[in-house]
């Protein structure tokens, strides 16, 4: 069985992108490319579709 990621770990993959960074990529300011947000609480860790309806982590124009 594989290991989990701990709560920290899974949150992570939110990415460190900084706002500058995201925009010269063109990128979604809210979830920095990827489309979903990872959000864990109480060992429950979920995906989240992005809020902004962005194209697949690309920002809207």
Known sequence: MPQSMTD???EAQNGS???E???AR???WCCRGN???F???GGV???VPCPEKCDNGKARR
Do not use: E, M, N, Y
């Open 17 to 19: 992108l900084s706002p």
């Open 26 to 28: 063109s990128l979604c």
């Open 39 to 41: 959000t864990a609480f």
């Open 35 to 37: 489309g979903v947000l």
């Open 8 to 10: 920290q770990d899974w």
């Open 21 to 23: 960074q995201v925009q």
């Open 45 to 47: 860790q979920r995906r």
